[in-house]
């Protein structure tokens, strides 16, 4: 079992939808929890940054973290075309120098 | 400001040949991360630097695989004798001293191993 599983898709969806991307993970030594974006053929970009239990809100975008059930959430509020992308949850350990474990990420395409 | 840049773009080398992997982080970036990216996978971390040092090398698959950093800021991969499952996209990513913080990320490296 990995240690974070993100359901990989693809999930398609029309423009305007409000978009729900998971992941669960297994160590309950994890603290910190990001969402990146990647489009084709770039380095993924951070949208959202986490540390504690709850939501977090910025713009169109709500990352939610429930720690005693190890489950984060990434929610995309008005979905755009642009929005169409990868997104990767990343999780990490104060234990281990910033190293990020990731999910395999989430195909999203957003169709006008 | 200038972001991480990563040489070359794509690389397409033949089996068995060894290939250099470019990463130069933000300026002043201490931490320097590589991971790896392969088709239907997640980003797999390989190696972390603090300055030239590096104290996590536990993610390098084999001992083909090495690294370096010098003079705190670029670093090189390196992979002799490469095999056809090397082939992925190799991705750099700098943060300003480790810990929690934000990584930053280069366009990354394909490599192709024929």
């Known amino acids: 079992q990995k240690e974070v599983e993100q359901d990989p898709g693809p999930l398609s969806v029309p423009e305007g939808a409000i978009v729900s991307l998971n992941c669960t993970y297994s160590?309950?030594?994890?603290?910190?929890f990001m969402w990146y974006r990647q489009y084709s053929r770039k380095g993924p970009e951070l949208l959202m940054y986490?540390?504690?239990?709850g939501n977090k809100e910025d713009g169109r975008f709500t990352a939610q973290v429930d720690k005693s059930s190890k489950y984060i959430s990434l929610f995309i509020r008005d979905s755009q075309p642009s929005d169409s992308a990868t997104y990767l949850c990343?999780?990490?350990?104060?234990?281990?120098?910033?190293?990020?474990?990731f999910g395999q990420g989430t195909i999203l395409t957003v169709h006008p | 400001g200038a972001g991480v840049s990563q040489s070359p773009s794509n690389k397409v080398t033949e089996k068995g040949k060894d290939v250099e992997l470019r990463c130069d982080p933000i300026?002043?970036?201490?931490?320097l991360y590589w991971y790896r990216q392969s088709l239907g996978q997640g980003l797999e971390f390989l190696i972390y630097?603090?300055?030239?040092?590096?104290?996590?090398k536990s993610g390098l698959p084999s001992d083909r695989f090495s690294a370096e950093r010098t003079g705190g800021s670029v670093s090189t991969l390196t992979i002799q004798r490469t095999q056809q499952e090397d082939s992925a996209v190799y991705l750099c990513?700098?943060?300003?001293?480790?810990?929690?913080?934000?990584?930053?990320f280069g366009p990354g490296t394909r490599l192709l191993v024929l």
């Open positions: 300026s002043g970036h201490t931490a």
């Open positions: 990343a999780i990490g350990s104060g234990t281990s120098y910033g190293k990020l474990t």
């Open positions: 160590n309950s030594a994890f603290q910190y």
């Open positions: 986490t540390y504690s239990s």
């Open positions: 630097f603090q300055g030239n040092s590096a104290p996590d």
């Open positions: 990513a700098s943060s300003a001293s480790g810990g929690g913080e934000t990584q930053y």
